[in-house]
């Protein structure tokens, strides 16, 4: 189960990196190219994605 809860975690993480780095123009070629707001949905999308790392490797 914590194998399961780190792969969703990192994949939410990884996702948000890729849609930050779509919304400020490094990865082109999408909708999402250059619009500021996919940077913040990204950086949410991160932020969620470190808290479940955290939340999958706590002990107790």
Known sequence: M???RNLLALI?????????????????GSF???QSQW???GIAA????VAGLVWANRRG
């Open 46 to 49: 991160m932020l969620v994605g």
């Open 2 to 4: 914590r194998l399961t």
């Open 32 to 34: 999402m190219t250059g």
């Open 12 to 28: 939410v993480l990884a996702m948000g990196a890729l849609w930050s780095l779509q919304g400020i123009g490094v990865l082109g």
């Open 39 to 41: 940077l913040y949905i």
